[in-house]
């Protein structure tokens, strides 16, 4: 009885330790979800959106565990697993960078943000830039993973160094 319970894929994919690990920073960012929604209305966006994607990759991964042998059900389960963290991880960014922002309006009124500008984004091209002032040429690597993280389009990117590498240029004469 205790075997046929083991090769359940069901039993197999909600008795993991990894599971368990992104259950609770899944409940941490639904908390975190929670308390900024009344500050923000583009943290219900974010948390939609969480939800659809979330409930894909969980139905995704249940699909995969049911359709493959019972060998192979542990590396799904962390392959899926680690889909789930990035998009955590991902989403719980997000959020720090709303909560900051709003952080850095109260404690500054007179200053306006201009919401169009996405900060993260610059915050990691002028980081990326000055670590590599001496050959400010992003590999393509690095623009994916700029782009990634920044959720910035890599045209974008390339425009960006493009300009500041004329910028700094200018400014340096």
Same mark, same amino acid.
């Given at each position: ?74 590396? %799904? @389960?962390?392959?899926? #697993?680690?889909?789930?963290?990035? +998009? ?6 997000r959020?720090? =960078? ?14 306006? %943000? @201009?919401?169009d500008? #996405?900060?993260?984004?610059?915050? +990691? ?8 002032? =001496?050959?400010?040429y ?12 920044? @959720?910035?389009?890599? #045209? ?18």
């Amino acid at each position: 009885m205790a075997d046929e319970s083991y090769c359940n894929p069901v039993f197999s994919i909600v008795c993991s330790s990894s599971y368990d690990r992104v259950t609770q920073h899944a409940e941490r960012l639904e908390a975190r979800f929670q308390e900024l929604i009344s500050i923000n209305p583009e943290v219900e966006l974010l948390s939609e959106h969480y939800h659809k994607v979330t409930a894909q990759i969980e139905m995704d991964k249940l699909s995969a565990v049911i359709s493959s042998p019972v060998s192979h059900h542990s590396r %799904l @389960n962390n392959h899926f #697993n680690q889909q789930r963290q990035q +998009l955590i991880t991902y989403y719980t960014e997000r959020l720090a =960078d709303i909560g900051n922002r709003k952080s850095y309006v109260d404690h500054n009124k007179d200053v306006v %943000l @201009n919401k169009d500008v #996405n900060w993260k984004a610059l915050n +990691l091209m002028m980081e990326w830039y000055d670590k590599h002032k =001496d050959h400010p040429y992003p590999t393509n690597h690095d623009i994916g993973h700029i782009s990634i993280l920044g @959720n910035i389009a890599v #045209n974008d990117i390339d425009t960006w160094f493009h300009f500041e590498r004329i910028r700094r240029s200018i400014a340096n004469k």
